[in-house]
């Protein structure tokens, strides 16, 4: 499988990295065990992971349980020098540290929890999970209003985190930093920040990235260029909408729609449209749409590996076909078009 480069790092993922936020709610540690296994004899070298999944729903009760379940594979297989771990602390939530934004003094103590979980001494990507200032993600794009914030506190807890992550550094505990659910002026601050006061410089920025949601395809574009910043996108198959089981009403049991429904408002009288403009791409020029839509996403200049889930061990093995998928200069004129057509369906 293709390698890209993390940032500046040195570190090289795989164009496919395995999300696990299902792993101890719809997928049980045996099934995550066996494509853990599976991912790693495919040639995926990247898992990505966050102290608080899994997810649908995210509860207390259950918080840090993917993180256990990757651990107790680690332990029993062996394999944790195959593959390149990353894990996310989590911002202000009520179901962690009582709310408590990410800080320097939150740091230290999420990422001892997080290698006493996973069972290693490093995690090689830690990542912001979102920013404490706010974000235009899942959804809160539509009425998104930066004017509250205040750039004198955002810039000291830049400088006061990279410190701590620094330190982390030094100590071993971690090989590279990350954000996520972040913006090209924050990404642009933070590497700003790391070359003014040290610690490590921003390797990557997680966002959610697919066919039905283009946001970064920009001026965050452009700085990940630029400043070689590797896009990860997570949802590339826009929370299962590109696969086509959703249209004409369908809600397949046990599926995203079933437990959640609305898809964290991606479900919306535009979306189906959408979807089936890319259906039909994907018939013309004979490709399962599942394979076209994460081929497409792991293969745009600015990303480095695309992150995608599988509940189960068969989800999991028709997913890898989009390796195999060639991306045509004609076939991506006509998925710009349908862009056009339906542009931010949700």
Avoid at 77 to 88: D, I
Avoid at 101 to 119: D, H, M, V
Avoid at 307 to 324: K, M, P, S
Wanted: proline residues 5%; charged residues 25%; contains cysteine.
């Amino acid at each position: 499988m293709k390698k890209n480069p993390l940032g500046r790092t040195g570190i090289e993922v795989s164009e496919l990295c395995l999300g696990t936020m299902t792993f101890g709610n719809q997928t049980p540690p045996e099934e995550a065990f066996a494509q853990m296994d599976r991912a790693l004899e495919a040639g995926i070298n990247f898992f990505d992971t966050a102290e608080m999944y899994p997810v649908n729903p995210v509860k207390a009760e259950t918080v840090g349980r993917t993180e256990e379940i990757i651990g107790e594979w680690i332990v029993a297989s062996g394999r944790r020098k195959e593959f390149v771990l990353a894990t996310k602390h989590t911002g202000t939530s009520k179901l962690v540290r009582d709310e408590a934004p990410i800080s320097s003094e939150t740091i230290p103590g999420a990422i001892e929890a997080s290698l006493k979980r996973l069972k290693t001494d490093v995690i090689d990507l830690y990542q912001f999970h979102w920013p404490n200032r706010g974000s235009f993600h899942f959804r809160q794009n539509w009425r998104y209003d930066p004017s509250g914030q205040d750039r004198a506190t955002t810039v000291q807890h830049m400088a006061d985190a990279l410190g701590a992550l620094g330190r982390e550094v030094e100590r071993g505990t971690i090989r590279a930093f990350g954000l996520s659910n972040d913006s090209a002026w924050g990404t642009a601050m933070w590497l700003r920040m790391a070359e003014e006061v040290g610690g490590p410089r921003v390797a990557s920025v997680q966002n959610e990235y697919s066919l039905m949601c283009r946001l970064a395809d920009t001026d965050l574009a452009e700085l990940m260029v630029n400043e070689q910043v590797g896009l990860l996108p997570y949802s590339p198959l826009a929370a299962g909408l590109l696969t086509g089981k959703y249209q004409n009403g369908a809600v397949p049991e046990g599926s995203r729609m079933a437990l959640n429904g609305n898809l964290g408002g991606r479900k919306s009288a535009r979306a189906f449209p959408a979807v089936e403009a890319y259906l039909q791409v994907a018939r013309e020029f004979g490709l399962d749409p599942v394979h076209m839509a994460l081929a497409w996403s792991a293969r745009r200049p600015f990303v480095a590996s695309s992150i995608f889930g599988a509940t189960t061990l068969a989800q999991l093995d028709h997913l890898l076909g989009a390796v195999d998928v060639v991306l045509g200069e004609e076939l991506l004129e006509r998925l710009d078009a349908v862009h056009r057509e339906h542009p931010m369906p949700y």
